[in-house]
């Protein structure tokens, strides 16, 4: 079941399933009780939103082994967690805004995200899923010379605009094979499959509840495979006119364009 976020012709925000063309409106929680209304609206006539207002937002660094060694890190030995702000999230085809005040090293990480549908604390790893509502595409955008130069990554990764989230949240995939792939100006970047990460979807989830509750609409972000634009020779970094889109077959296509930021 494919669960969308939209905003109608008339202004109006709701929720439905993706049935092909169609939008079929559902009432109540999307994150507990829920219910079709019977209403069926062309999918063409309204504008997706990030499909999920998160709670929180905790990511993960070089879950990839490749991504790891072409930054020259060792593999984490355990779960490296950081945190974006829930103000950076932006909808499918809204514009990542490259910030004036850190122009030159803007980077993308096409991410599966994982997205909790109750609150989950002490989970096992054999019960971990049972707490996911459904999966969707992201992007964790990166200014990288802030993120060397702040001894942290939040600020680097909690610009405006740099968490788009979407089209929609997956309900039935398998988070342990999923293929993912990023293309800048549709050129591959990025392209490799979930079963390559590190600390799977399963750990990732207990791990976390072991020390905090997650609550329902936390978005976690799953780590990045190799290609980013850093590891590019020369670097490819991101600039106005560009597009990235992230692609994960069995969950859909997130694509942005990248604008800068005007003047003050």
Request: hydrophobic share 40%; proline share 7%; aromatic share 6%.
């Amino acid at each position: 079941m494919k669960l969308a976020r939209f905003r109608a012709a008339d202004g109006v925000i709701g929720h439905g399933v993706v049935r092909e063309s169609e939008l079929c409106e559902i009432a109540g929680d999307v994150l507990g009780d829920r219910r079709e209304t019977g209403r069926r609206i062309p999918l063409r006539s309204v504008r997706l939103l990030a499909p999920i207002v998160p709670s929180n937002i905790l990511c993960f660094g070089k879950n990839y082994r490749a991504h790891a060694e072409e930054g020259g890190s060792d593999v984490p030995k355990a779960p490296l967690m950081f945190m974006k702000a829930t103000s950076c999230v932006i909808a499918p085809g809204e514009p990542i805004v490259i910030p004036r005040v850190a122009p030159a090293q803007v980077d993308y990480e096409a991410e599966l995200a994982v997205v909790i549908g109750k609150p989950a604390r002490h989970v096992s790893e054999a019960d971990a899923l049972d707490f996911v509502l459904g999966y969707t595409c992201a992007n964790d955008v990166s200014a990288r010379d802030c993120q060397a130069s702040d001894g942290q990554w939040s600020r680097a990764k909690s610009f405006d605009t740099f968490c788009p989230l979407g089209p929609w949240i997956e309900t039935d995939a398998d988070p342990a094979n999923l293929h993912v792939q990023g293309r800048l100006n549709d050129k591959v970047m990025q392209d490799a499959n979930t079963s390559l990460m590190i600390f799977s979807v399963r750990h990732l989830v207990s791990y976390l509840s072991r020390g905090m509750t997650l609550l329902p609409g936390t978005v976690l972000l799953t780590g990045t495979p190799a290609g980013c634009a850093f590891a590019q020779t020369p670097p490819a970094w991101l600039t106005p006119g560009d597009v990235y889109e992230v692609r994960i077959d069995g969950v859909g296509t997130l694509r942005n364009p990248l604008i800068q930021e005007a003047a003050s």
